[in-house]
């Protein structure tokens, strides 16, 4: 296989990108009244309006090529069907095993992993029952009624975001916490309000050893016995999931009340497992199993549709289209509805931690540019400060505005203004205002020319600014289930183009290594002398402000 830049459909790209860039939408818009009913694709629930990109036809069909060429569905074919994809770490990658319901094996390493899948889904759906049920019960008989969840990136962010969005779906029953900080402020807050004979702490760790998740349970720990608990009652009042059984069972936590986890699942893919346990115990398990469903009907899809109607290829290539033809250096997100604005952060981790990447699969260096900054806010917050910079900003910035349809408890003029603001903003980008149109504005305004003129050049907007807008009847569990595995399968897609490993992390790897080396220093099991010579600047100055007074 040719190299991605040589190859032929890269060159046709470069050459139409020169013709584009000639070329406005708003243009585009007036010459074909078509154009949005055919630049849209649905499926899952989701409505994507793609119309206001810098593409035509042509455009379209030469990034589905490029896809095709690059082997885009024989790489999503060998992750389903759990070959080792992750080369670096010589892993499947099988988070799509989690929320497979076909009735069919998924294999790894010649062994079928769904009978274990499914009888963590049955023990998750129990223990939810016990918990809600008030059968489960603390040392001194009282029914959890507080859950702290402790974990760290994807253990924290998929729980905590999807909780989040799903708020209108919580239960009564229990009132879960999240905590992920190493920072002691986060911790102490939480701890602070509880009553320890009522809650339960979930401890989401793949190897029992992370850093931050660690210390901040062991702090829960201290708490909780200094509070009246004894070890022996640490088995009523501490899960863990994780597969590092020997640890969490030294720790105190019961054997039945470790929740597995598998290498072929990374973290940042994790929601679906059992890492989900807090979500299940904030929704109850029927809306955890919903989102589940979300996110199996899209693995669905992204197998069987055609690239020109496949929701996350038609994504992924506009992405690499703005990214490598174009210059973009970000991506935005903008959710219009209040309950989604952790959305932004979520997606920033899964893509930027997937393809941040600077080598291909067989190590050689990469000449092109890779995956974008994530970045982004719920509307319409951002317009009244970043937007400037989108709008009137050199540079292009590509950008997804999402909004549900229908909202619970709201009253009919504040969505109707959100929708307004959603689709206004959306236009605006497209369109943009003309010098012309803005001379005029100022005619009746007692301007002499000169100042007219000044004024218009600054109340110009160049427009033909990317978006794509994605509509969902509400977001129940089953339409976020199904939008979180479309950006996860987006991600995947934009990985074999660029021809990268999306699922390790090495970056993130080294500054936990060298983390532990300097808390070593800190706490005097090191030598200060070791380290660089700002790094032993740093930690003198810290060591003195904490030593004894």
Known sequence: MTTLTESDQWQTLESLAQLVGQEHMRNWFASDQTRAATMNAEACGLFVDFSKNRVTDDTLKALFDLADARGVAAHRDAMFNGETINQTEGRAVLHTALRNFSGKPVMVDGEDVMPEVLATLEKIEAFTQLIHSGEHKGYTGKAIKHVVAIGIGGSFLGPKIMTEALKPYQQNAVKVHFVANVDGCHITDVLSGLDHEDTLIVMSSKSFSTQETLQNTLTAKDWFL????????????????????????????????????????????????AIGLPISLALGFKNF??????????????????????????????????????????????????????????????????NGKMVTQSGDAINYETG??????????????????????????????????????????????????????????????????????????????????????????????????????????????????????????????????????????????????????????????????????????????????
């Open 226 to 273: 200094k509070s009246g608990g004894t070890q022996t009652d640490i088995a009523k009042h501490f899960v863990a999931v994780s597969s590092n059984v020997k640890a969490a069972t030294e720790f105190g936590i019961a054997e039945e009340n470790i929740f597995p986890m598998w290498d072929w699942v990374g973290g940042r893919y994790s929601l679906w497992s």
């Open 289 to 354: 199993k919903s989102l589940l469903d979300g996110a199996y009907a899209m693995d669905e899809h992204f197998k069987t549709a055609p690239n020109e109607k496949n929701l996350p290829v038609i994504l992924a290539m506009l992405g690499i289209w703005y990214r490598n033809f174009f210059g973009a250096q970000s991506h935005v997100l903008l959710p219009y509805y209040h309950y989604l604005r952790g959305l932004p952060a979520y997606v920033q981790q899964l893509d930027m931690e997937s």
């Open 372 to 549: 974008p900054i994530i970045w982004g806010s719920e509307g319409t917050n951002g317009q009244h400060s970043f937007h400037q910079l989108i709008h009137q900003g050199h540079g292009v910035i590509p950008i997804d505005f999402l909004m549900p349809l229908n909202v619970p408890n709201q009253n009919d003029t504040h969505h109707a203004m959100l929708a307004s603001n959603c689709f206004g903003q959306a236009q605006a980008l497209m369109q943009g205002k003309t010098f012309e149109d803005c001379y005029a504005d100022l005619a009746d305004k007692g301007l002499e020319d000169d100042e007219r003129a000044r004024l218009a050049q600054h109340k110009t907007m160049p427009g033909n600014k990317p978006s794509n807008t994605i509509l969902f009847e509400k977001l129940d569990p089953y339409t976020l289930g199904a939008l979180v595995a479309m950006y996860e399968h987006k991600v995947f897609v934009q990985g074999v183009i660029w021809q990268v490993n999306s699922f390790d992390q090495w970056g993130v790897e080294l500054g936990k290594v060298l983390g532990n080396q300097v808390l070593a220093g800190i706490q005097g099991e090191a030598e200060v002398e070791t380290f660089d010579s700002s790094t032993q600047q740093l930690i003198n100055r810290f060591k003195q402000a904490n030593a004894p007074k």
